[in-house]
């Protein structure tokens, strides 16, 4: 029984999974309450399933990029439980997650994360059966910069409200836009991700385990 969790952004997502079923999951938009609202959402989610933590059997975490604090928050709650229940771990990257769950297309894929200050994490994927594979360097871009490098067609999902999408419809000529719930990251995804590495004996130490800030990406603007 894995529990993950992913509070990478402003949007926090948990979800317990057996394996074989996804036995809950939840996400929801918070106001910067991390710290008060994760762990008695994760105890709720435990005891609608009725599930004890001492059958948790690992867990997983979306490692960033994202918020400094959001990423802090997740990251201690997922330590706290593997490390005090003797389970293992297992981190995945946000964007990661974010892929996983779109369709298989020809076009190339542009994905991104809200990190703040206005500024989002992103990447360019390119399907290759079974998965997305990601073709560049996470960079940190405002999203004006982002859609200039649209020159050809591509799938853009990520992290858009209303302004974000008026600036990427701009692009329609080469760019199709996800729907706002393929822009969604899944708590689910992040837990078959978290399971499947487990399985194959790929754990994380808990000790060193660390998220990817914005400070470590290859470009960060000033």
């Not at 960033?64 to 439980?81: D, E, Y």
């Not at 200039?148 to 209303?162: D, F, L, N, R």
């Not at 400070?215 to 000033?222: A, E, G, Q, R």
Request: with cysteine.
């Amino acid at each position: 029984m894995l529990v993950a969790i992913d509070t990478s952004t402003q949007w926090i997502g948990i979800a317990l999974y057996d394996g074989v079923q996804v036995l809950a999951e939840h996400t929801w938009r918070s106001r910067n309450f991390h710290t008060v609202e994760l762990m008695p959402a994760i105890v709720e989610m435990l005891a609608k399933c009725q599930v004890s933590p001492k059958q948790l059997t690992g867990v997983g975490v979306a490692l960033g990029p994202g918020s400094f604090t959001g990423l802090r928050i997740g990251l201690s709650a997922a330590k706290g439980l593997a490390l005090g229940r003797n389970i293992p771990i297992a981190g995945v990257p946000s964007l990661e997650v974010l892929v996983a769950s779109q369709p298989g297309l020809r076009r190339p894929m542009i994905a991104f994360l809200e990190v703040g200050r206005g500024r989002f994490a992103w990447a360019r994927f390119r399907f290759k059966n079974p998965r997305w594979g990601q073709i560049t360097e996470t960079q940190v871009d405002d999203i004006k910069t982002i859609a200039a490098t649209i020159t050809s067609p591509v799938y853009v999902v990520g992290e858009m409200g209303a302004a974000e999408r008026q600036i990427m419809g701009r692009k329609w000529k080469t760019s199709r836009l996800a729907p706002a719930s393929a822009c969604l990251r899944r708590p689910s995804v992040l837990a078959e991700l978290a399971w499947d590495k487990l399985q194959v004996g790929h754990a994380d130490d808990p000790v060193s385990l660390s998220p990817i800030y914005v400070h470590t990406l290859s470009n960060v603007p000033n």
